[in-house]
């Protein structure tokens, strides 16, 4: 049965439930979200709409305001429509599928639920968002069409951020229905989706809440502070920077209580019911309502106060005396040790082999939890995957379980654990007795994992739908250098992966640009993706290699390096081979600039793509100012009064805007409508763009360097000029702000000519090299960058 979803109904607009709605405006469908009428409605207000929707309107206004945003652009939010459920639930009739995200109480489910079963058509999807109440209780005593197009789909907040959805199955659910979620919510919500059996908590939160409740433990135990369990358990293992408590004061303490005794009293059998307590200084918080972040202290408190460098003090709770202290880190070898090693894997060896407290943490809490994953083994799924899936996508842990058994080794893992009093699972000594030593294989670009219930290894499903650049490291690269490496990805599809620390660009990857594409045009390879798997795509150029030039006054030197970008942005844009990019996270400076010039990009819908120079003092110098004027040139018309469309140029690269999804890029001008797309689940871009590239080397034609570029010389520069001094008198610029917005409308205009006409790229180019060498020699850009190297964040001056 084919389906296909246009409408979507969402029950309940607190915190999730705009969340969720917002989120399917995102992924371009028509939302209804309601809610209940407000308590106490006077009289005259029972009449009017506006009153008896006030709920919903106020949800959604605070969703659209909210940050981070819950929506891709504001203007997403005209596809949802509110009311209450007195007035409009009738109106699920006309919905392809019902989201109930109501209070997580069961009676209030079920009353929602008799409403939904009398008003819904036939064959129309009904979930529940619950976290977990059992989807065969919600279900009990509904029809059986309900029932056979019912099941749990349970995002995690935020929804637009967190990549994790789970579905439920319940005793009565159609397959179809469920193939049709876990592909639904992979293709065109960018989910990562996950089975889940019908068990307390599900997957992510079972798992994840031992995990946090074994780090309470293991605090408590080695005598700890929590800023140095927050250090060790953060990104030191390829976790968020909340770390744990931190964690606990986002998530909030009353929520992470109730998730932690609901476990407990619904998991008699479980072998780890002595981690799920609620240890005595968490009660004290709860006891106090110091809830975390919504009430404005937990395990750690803001104050007023401000430190040296400005920023205000928060104070960390001694969780012996229960009282608020001034931070402080002890000196241990094995935080030490994290800062000096930027491989993960490597970290987390040296973090688990260390012998001091933080050692000890990290070693406790890892065997702990293998031996807890390895027991949920049929329990609450049926293959390891989905548990490491499950924790990656929902709470963003960059390797999931088994992912960090492998790394220690399965054989050393699971004996160590067994030493320190943890039971493992059988079939994990099943394993390691037939001499297999992974739970991970990758074999010819494919990632294999054991499955437990054949004993032998298995692809994992769909992941031949993505391109992972990790399972081709068992193939030597087409070509490769310090910052670069060239993958052979398939069907005569080459992928440039940048391998440099954050994904920035220096001297290696322009090189390996420029090989690369020869080695395509002369190899017959059909075209390139450049795209990694990183979390960002590139910061941007390399700073400290320019501020090297400027600092040393090697500007010849500066001028070649500049050179060499430029033209690695040309020969991108006028290869004989198509070339797409695909990015996710940051895409700055030099990563936008490669994008731009690009035949096509495919932009995961997380990609926050902007030309930043101007935050380090200099323009954008890698033909992106020079992009910026061909695009204004390509949107004058004939009659076109042209100087709104070069102001709207001029202000995206002066004020350094950043487009906060790809969505957003096109009303920036970053993405072209007619080129460019969005592909939102992030995994999916590398294999979205080669696609791309073979459709586009069908027929290729190499382009021709453009010499029809429109400038408007001094009357473009006049306009841009009080524009400048606009920005300036508003405060939204500096004096130096200014003079760098002096040589971008310099560049845009084309310089100094006495009227408008047409000029080409190099013209341009040589501009805007120029205008790039002249800002790298003033003192108060060099201190912009001296600046961002030291701190990592822009200095106004």
Not at 153 to 176: C, K, Q, S, V, W
Not at 229 to 242: E, Q, Y
Not at 555 to 563: G, R, Y
Request: with cysteine.
């Amino acid at each position: 049965m084919s389906r296909r979803i246009k409408k979507v109904a969402v029950l309940g607009s607190g915190v999730m439930g705009s969340g969720i709605a917002c989120h399917f405006a995102n992924a371009g469908l028509e939302v209804l979200m309601l809610d209940i009428l407000p308590p106490g409605l006077s009289e005259e207000g029972r009449h009017k709409p506006a009153e008896r929707n006030r709920i919903a309107y106020e949800a959604l206004q605070q969703a659209i305001k909210g940050r981070p945003a819950a929506l891709y652009d504001k203007r997403f939010a005209s596809r949802i429509s509110i009311g209450n459920f007195e007035d409009d639930l009738e109106k699920i009739k006309d919905y392809d599928w019902i989201i109930e995200v109501v209070v997580e109480r069961l009676d209030i489910k079920k009353q929602v639920f008799e409403k939904v079963d009398r008003y819904r058509a036939k064959g129309s999807l009904v979930t529940s968002n619950t976290s977990g109440i059992p989807i065969h209780t919600i279900q009990e005593g509904r029809s059986e069409d309900f029932r056979r197009h019912f099941c749990g789909a349970h995002f995690f907040n935020p929804p637009r951020y967190m990549r994790l959805l789970e579905i439920i199955p319940g005793p009565d659910t159609d397959p179809e229905v469920i193939d049709f979620l876990m592909h639904y919510g992979d293709r065109h919500l960018g989910k990562q989706t996950v089975l889940c059996k019908d068990t307390p908590a599900f997957i992510a939160n079972r798992v994840g809440v031992y995990a946090m409740s074994k780090i309470y433990q293991l605090t408590t135990e080695l005598g700890m502070r929590i800023e140095t369990v927050d250090r060790l358990t953060g990104p030191a293992i390829g976790r968020p920077k909340t770390g744990t408590f931190r964690l606990g004061d986002l998530v909030g303490h009353d929520t992470a209580a109730n998730v932690i005794r609901g476990i407990k009293q619904n998991c008699p059998d479980d072998e780890q019911a002595a981690a799920f307590e609620v240890p005595d200084y968490l009660q004290f918080l709860l006891d106090n309502k110091f809830l975390g972040n919504k009430s404005g202290q937990g395990f750690y408190k803001k104050t007023r106060e401000r430190d040296e460098k400005g920023k205000p003090v928060i104070l960390a709770l001694n969780l012996k005396t229960l009282e608020y202290e001034p931070q402080s880190l002890p000196d241990l070898p094995s935080l030490r040790a994290t800062k000096q090693i930027d491989n993960l894997p490597k970290r987390i060896k040296a973090l688990f082999g260390a012998e001091d407290r933080g050692g000890k943490l990290i070693r406790k809490s890892l065997l702990g939890l293998f031996a807890y994953a390895s027991n949920r083994i049929p329990e609450i799924s049926d293959t390891l995957y989905a548990i490491d899936d499950a924790m990656k996508a929902g709470y963003a842990w960059e390797l999931g379980p088994f992912e960090y058994w492998d790394i220690i080794g399965v054989k050393k893992g699971m004996e160590l654990a067994e030493e320190k009093g943890e039971t493992v699972a059988g079939w994990v000594k099943e394993m390691v007795a037939a001499g297999h030593d992974k739970f991970y294989k990758r074999e010819g670009g494919v990632k294999k994992y054991y499955d437990v219930a054949t004993k032998a290894y298995k692809v994992v499903p769909g992941s031949d739908a993505f391109i992972i650049l990790d399972n081709y490291r068992d193939r030597k690269p087409v070509l490769q250098n310090n910052e670069m490496a060239l993958h052979d990805i398939g069907d005569g599809v080459l992928c440039l992966e940048f391998t440099s620390p954050h994904n920035a660009i220096g001297d290696g990857i322009l090189r390996g640009i420029n090989e690369a594409i020869q080695l395509a045009e002369e190899g017959g390879w059909k075209g390139i993706v450049i795209g990694n798997n990183a979390n960002q795509f590139s910061v941007g150029a390399n700073l400290m290699l320019i501020a090297q030039f400027a600092y040393n006054q090697e500007f010849d030197e500066l001028n070649m390096a500049v050179n060499l970008f430029q033209q690695t942005s040309m020969r991108l844009r006028y290869s004989a081979i198509p070339v797409v990019t695909a990015t996710q996270g940051y895409t700055f400076g030099g990563g936008c600039e490669f994008l731009m010039h690009s035949d096509a990009a495919v932009c995961a819908a997380e990609s926050y793509i902007g030309l930043v120079e101007v935050g380090v003092g200099l323009i954008p110098g890698g033909a992106g100012t020079k992009e910026f004027a061909l695009r204004a040139s390509d949107r004058f018309f004939e009659g076109d009064v042209q100087i709104p469309t070069l102001i709207e140029q001029f202000k995206t690269i002066a004020l350094a805007s950043v487009a906060t999804s790809a969505h957003e890029a096109f009303h920036y001008g970053y993405l072209l409508p007619e080129r460019d797309q969005v592909a939102l689940n992030r995994d999916r871009n590398i294999a979205d763009a080669k696609a791309r590239v073979l459709e586009l080397a069908e027929g290729y034609t190499q382009p021709i360097p453009r010499e029809d570029i429109t400038v408007l010389g001094r009357q473009g520069l006049a306009a841009l000029y009080t524009a400048a001094n606009e920005l300036h008198l508003g405060n939204y610029a500096s004096e130096h702000d200014i003079r760098i917005a002096h040589k971008i409308a310099w560049v845009l205009c084309g310089g100094d000519l006495t009227g408008a006409q047409q000029v080409s790229e190099q013209y341009l180019l040589d501009l805007e090299r120029e205008a790039f060498l002249s800002l790298a020699g003033e003192a108060k850009t060099q201190e912009r960058i001296q600046h961002m190297l030291k701190t990592n964040r822009p200095l106004r001056n």
